[in-house]
């Protein structure tokens, strides 16, 4: 099992459905908005890191409203 934290940055007014949006996606264990320089933490789990780069690359990224997302692999769980 591979964790990771999505750190997403959106467009201005877009945080909160940005969260509700990446919430509903399998995979995702949580999604917030929060404040500071991302708008949006989701926390995410998958078989593989191939299969969390894939989840990255065509469903979260998909989501409207979303500018540019940075993923922190957990490293120790």
Do not use: W
Not at 31 to 42: F, L, R, S
Request: proline fraction near 1%.
């Amino acid at each position: 099992m591979v964790q990771a934290y999505i750190l997403v940055q959106t467009d201005v007014g877009k945080a909160a459905s940005v969260a509700a949006t990446i919430a509903q996606i399998e995979g995702v264990v949580l999604a917030e908005d929060v404040t500071g320089p991302y708008d949006v933490i989701a926390r995410v789990e998958s078989s593989s890191v191939d299969d969390l780069g894939k989840l990255v690359i065509s469903k979260i990224q998909d989501t409207d409203g979303i500018t540019r997302t940075l993923t922190c692999t957990v490293v120790h769980v």
